[in-house]
């Protein structure tokens, strides 16, 4: 037994070394450019020890940002489910203060693992998660257009607006929101510019929808 919890020990090490080392050679070069051979030498191990525990660049990326990922992705996906939940009428008056405090959690998560959404946002072209902002992007158009049906289904005038253009206001909005990962600003910063946005995004859907 003392064998074994010896040798897991240094298993344990020698993956954290391994996960260290490719953090820093992904925010050098991003994953296209990464190299395994490099991480290898950087940690001080061959190419066989590191392909014997991550069998390509994209396990390796995806075990530095999942976790984070999935937080994120999670909180998402439960703030718009429990919005829905609301009945038109309080979707309607609350909508904008809804979302001042969901983005306050939003940016919590960010910043609790900004290393890892750094790699997602700036880092991961050619990986499997070069779309994951696409991924809330969907949700949001998705979700966007259940709100307008659902108001206009109980009687509360909404203008119909085109999927294309929900899509792309959608795309304008988190880009904003994640440009405070690649411009590495403070949460402080983040918040103030964050809550900014929502407020001229908010003042524009108002007009687009027909909102007194």
């Known amino acids: ?124 072209k050619g990986s499997k998660y070069e779309n994951y902002v696409d991924s809330l992007i969907d949700i949001e158009v998705q979700n966007t257009i259940r709100f307008i049906n659902q108001l206009n289904d109980a009687n509360i005038y909404v203008r119909e607006v085109r999927v294309d253009l929900i899509h792309m206001l959608t795309t304008s909005m988190f880009s904003g929101i994640f440009e405070v990962v690649a411009h590495d600003l403070s949460f402080d910063e983040a918040r103030k510019y964050i809550l900014e946005l929502y407020s001229f995004f908010n003042a524009g859907w108002d007009k687009i929808l027909g909102f007194n």
């Open 1 to 124: 037994d003392g064998w074994y919890i010896i040798l897991r020990k240094k298993d344990e090490l020698a993956i954290d070394k391994i996960l260290n080392c490719s953090l820093d050679e992904f925010m050098q070069k991003g994953f296209e450019g990464a190299s395994m051979r490099i991480i290898a030498e950087n940690a001080g191990y061959s190419t066989g020890i590191l392909y014997s525990r991550f069998s390509d660049k994209d396990e390796l990326f995806k075990v530095l940002v999942k976790d984070a990922a999935d937080e994120l992705y999670t909180y998402f996906v439960n703030a718009q489910t429990e919005f829905a939940s609301f009945d038109p009428k309080q979707q309607y008056t609350e909508m904008h203060s809804y979302v001042s405090e969901k983005v306050e959690g939003f940016l919590k998560i960010i910043y609790s693992h900004f290393k890892e959404f750094k790699l997602i946002i700036c880092k991961s």
